[in-house]
């Protein structure tokens, strides 16, 4: 059974950092693109990062380019959202979501499969 | 980038009810059109890849058609578990976007 679980989450000043892990199970991790999407309250959803299987290829939201870092141990079955200079539009429950197709033939435009329970991350003084 | 946009933006409707939602993009995406459903509190759940694909596990009385710029979600009959806002989602370019979403309710 696919499962990713967030964790990191948490209040922090307007400026601050922080970084999001997401831990991946039931499949290759390896083989998978994978996303970060956040949702603010009242608000819909909205990408906010993409990494491919091996990180040669990362894509972000204009929203978060140049602040926001995404990354991968996939020894660690791992995706990581570094999260820097945070506003406060940057509060929302952020959640990580698989690739639907694997990389075996090349880096695809996401179809997101399997998503987690979603971690919230406010940002306030 | 590539917008998306979404009519209605609410709805209401009867169990039993057939309901249809409209997604626009802003330029040709081919049939490179998902939707997904999401309840308060829960995980969006993938209900269509490819604009017209069921992904496995979700009932039949949904459904996907469209290709280009116009695209529409059909719900055959509508039930109470399918409360909730769809979203629309381009898999056309790499810079993913969103609908802005349909908050579908039941009378």
């Known amino acids: 059974e696919v499962q990713l679980v967030e964790s990191g989450g948490g209040l922090v000043k307007p400026g601050g950092s922080l970084r999001l892990s997401c831990a991946a199970s039931g499949f290759i991790f390896s083989s998978y693109s994978m996303n970060w999407v956040r949702q603010a309250p009242g608000k819909g959803l909205e990408w906010v990062s993409s990494s491919s299987s091996s990180s040669s290829y990362k894509y972000y939201a204009d929203s978060v380019k140049g602040r926001f870092t995404i990354s991968r141990d996939n020894a660690k079955n791992s995706l990581y959202l570094q999260m820097n200079s945070l506003r406060a539009e940057d509060t929302a429950v952020y959640y990580c979501?698989?690739?639907?197709?694997?990389?075996?033939?090349?880096?695809?435009?996401?179809?997101?499969?399997?998503w987690g329970q979603g971690i919230l991350v406010t940002v306030s003084s | 980038d590539i917008q998306m946009t979404q009519s209605p933006s609410s709805l209401s409707a009867s169990v039993g009810d057939r309901v249809t939602i409209t997604c626009r993009a802003s330029q040709s995406i081919s049939s490179q059109l998902n939707w997904y459903q999401h309840k308060p509190g829960k995980a969006p759940k993938f209900l269509i890849y490819a604009a017209s694909s069921l992904q496995g596990g979700v009932p039949s009385r949904f459904s996907g058609s469209g290709s280009g710029t116009e695209f529409t979600l059909t719900i055959s009959s509508l039930q109470p578990e399918d409360f909730g806002t769809y979203y629309c989602q381009q898999s056309y370019s790499p810079l993913v976007t969103f609908g802005g979403g349909t908050k579908v309710e039941i009378k």
């Open positions: 979501a698989r690739h639907r197709v694997d990389d075996s033939s090349g880096y695809l435009p996401p179809t997101l499969d399997y």
